[in-house]
């Protein structure tokens, strides 16, 4: 079995990314928002699955990120719709701190379908 070399981006120091934060950055070809919930850091697609619209706009309530649009929320350990009019997940990516830095890797986890 392969194993699956990653690249990882450079976004962010570390201290840039609050608790309860949700910001935006481009990871290769994608946009990325990257959020910090008790502590920990996650990312995900910055695109809506009900209408495309910038989660990076919108807020983060415990672990949803809430789409500013129509208000679709999506969990952002796992990418799961959390509150409709969304039917469907969004994708995730690997984040880390390394160094000070929080750097987000330009593969996305999993069989994300999006």
């Known amino acids: 079995m392969d194993a ?3 690249e990882w981006f450079d976004v962010a120091g570390a201290g840039e ?3 309860g934060d949700v910001c935006t950055y ?6 990325v928002v990257v959020a ?7 990312a995900v697609q910055d695109r809506c ?6 989660l990076g706009e919108g807020c983060l309530v ?7 649009r129509h208000g679709a929320s999506f969990d ?8 409709a009019p969304a039917l469907v997940g969004i994708g995730t990516f690997e984040v880390r701190e390394l160094d000070g830095r929080v750097q987000v890797s330009g593969t996305p986890a999993g069989d994300d379908d999006w």
């Open 26 to 31: 481009i990871v290769g070809a994608d946009r």
């Open 62 to 68: 415990g672990f949803d990120v809430q789409c500013p």
């Open 4 to 6: 699956v070399v990653r």
């Open 76 to 83: 952002v350990r796992d990418g799961r719709v959390t509150s």
């Open 17 to 19: 990314i609050a608790e």
């Open 49 to 54: 699955s009900h209408d495309n619209g910038p």
């Open 36 to 42: 910090r919930a008790e502590g920990a850091l996650y």
